[in-house]
């Protein structure tokens, strides 16, 4: 993973929910060589979240007639919702030169890997973020708000399962400070990034 990426190099980030796998795409795209894919969900937006920006939020129906047309390049229904990423947003990045930051669940991952796709181009990196601790997840996943006592149980569960993954991935981060993980993962693509200050953004695939 040495040297400058490839201007159509597509980054596929991962990990168990909010172990901050959006927040260190975010701080990706404060380089202007990096775009994020804009993911479509039939979830209800969170607060913060904004339409088109976090995501395309659809209607069951309008995600399946997508879906049916052969418009997503992965797709995954997490916990009740569907989620899939839009094979033209992909293609779009990729054609502007920048390098395409892809967030995506353990599941999607193994749809691409099992799959494959030219959408992807010839050497993606795939990236697992997982957080220091099952208990400073489950802390990240209450201050979120908005779910029962039983739908964290069920995150923490999955979490478990995802992170016995990890070593299906070229890069593993801990993300117990992000300046620190994305330094890492610019490192293993060559790059240097400027210090960035923005606003954590919302957390992503859950």
């Not at 040297?3 to 980030?13: C, K, L, Q, T, Y």
């Not at 094979?87 to 494959?116: F, M, P, W, Y």
Request: aromatic share 6%.
């Amino acid at each position: 993973m040495n040297g400058p990426v490839d201007p159509a190099r597509v980054i596929v980030i991962s990990g168990p929910s909010g172990a901050g796998k959006t927040s260190i795409a975010y701080r990706l795209l404060g380089d202007a060589r990096f775009a994020r894919v804009v993911t479509a969900t039939t979830r209800a937006p969170r607060p913060r979240e904004t339409a088109d920006v976090d995501y395309e939020f659809l209607s069951a129906e309008a995600f399946r007639e997508r879906l049916a047309a052969g418009g997503f390049l992965e797709y995954a229904e997490v916990y009740g919702d569907l989620y899939g990423t839009p094979r033209n947003n992909v293609r779009a990045i990729r054609e502007s030169g920048r390098h395409c930051v892809l967030v995506v669940d353990v599941q999607g991952v193994e749809t691409l890997k099992a799959e494959g796709s030219e959408d992807l181009g010839t050497d993606p990196l795939y990236v697992f973020v997982k957080p220091p601790s099952m208990s400073e997840l489950e802390a990240r996943l209450r201050s979120r708000g908005g779910d029962s006592d039983a739908a964290i149980a069920a995150r923490l569960a999955a979490a478990a399962e995802e992170m016995e993954k990890e070593r299906d991935y070229e890069l593993v981060l801990v993300n117990d400070d992000i300046e620190r993980a994305v330094g890492e993962l610019a490192e293993a693509i060559g790059l240097t990034l400027a210090p960035r200050e923005s606003a954590e953004p919302a957390e992503g695939r859950s």
